[in-house]
């Protein structure tokens, strides 16, 4: 009877340290568009709230699009649109203007998706055609699309100073994955991380800056990429681009 009882409750006990065992080891599922208190106490400002669309609106536009753009999951998506620039909802900035700041995202692709995450654009009249002008960090599949291709050293392909600056030593996550983007701005200084590496650096408004800008595509802007400040822009390509997690520090108040 004494056996049987200690039998029993070593059995009872194993069972419980096993499961406290699993229990421990479970990680916890990830909560995304929300502030972690570290976060919160640096100043960090989510720019989307994963539900709604406050705090963004159309390039040229008094409000969000009413068509090319959708909240699912938590996650703001340009939906596929046969794949031209800014020509079905358009492309999405932020209300506010930001200079010194540090902005991180995850975007996600699609098999043969082009997109793009400006900064320090300026709603310049006259309005060009396609896109809103300004600095990009490019978000391509470099395997499938064409632009990957184009533009000089591929200095269009992900993770790049688009048609400027290449991207390099850079990890890209499988398509379908998320890709975590991150891009500072500091008293001109620039800098790219794409998943954790830096791939990006230069200065706004230097002569090597410049002399990049008068053998690119911006060469017809004046001053392309000094603008004091700007908005962030979430670029409508016609191919179905999901972001999340798109949260900002202004580095104005550090």
Not at 157 to 170: C, E, H, P, V
């Amino acid at each position: 009877m004494a056996i049987g009882t200690v039998v029993a409750c070593n059995s009872q006990q194993q069972m419980t340290a096993s499961a406290t065992s699993t229990a421990e080891g479970m990680t916890a599922p990830e909560s995304h568009n929300t502030l972690t208190e570290k976060e919160k106490k640096a100043g960090w400002k989510l720019l989307f709230d994963g539900k709604t669309t406050k705090g963004w609106r159309g390039a040229y536009k008094d409000g969000f699009p009413e068509q090319g753009w959708k909240i699912e999951n938590g996650e703001l998506v340009v939906l596929k649109s046969g794949g031209g620039e800014s020509r079905n909802g358009g492309d999405i900035i932020t209300e506010q203007q930001y200079d010194n700041f540090e902005l991180t995202l995850e975007a996600k692709l699609t098999p043969g998706a082009n997109s793009g995450v400006k900064y320090f654009v300026t709603e310049r009249l006259p309005k060009s055609p396609g896109s809103a002008i300004g600095l990009e960090f490019q978000i391509l599949d470099d395997d499938l699309h064409p632009d990957a291709k184009m533009g000089k050293d591929g200095n269009r392909t992900i993770g790049s100073l688009y048609d400027l600056i290449t991207a390099r030593n850079k990890k890209v996550m499988p398509i379908g994955e998320w890709n975590k983007v991150r891009i500072v701005s500091n008293n001109k200084h620039v800098e790219h991380w794409l998943n954790g590496v830096k791939v990006v650096e230069y200065e706004r408004g230097s002569q090597e800056f410049r002399d990049l800008v008068a053998a690119s595509k911006y060469q017809k802007f004046e001053a392309f990429g000094e603008a004091p400040q700007g908005h962030i822009l979430l670029q409508d390509h016609g191919d179905e681009v999901r972001y999340r997690n798109i949260k900002l520090l202004n580095l104005n108040t550090k």
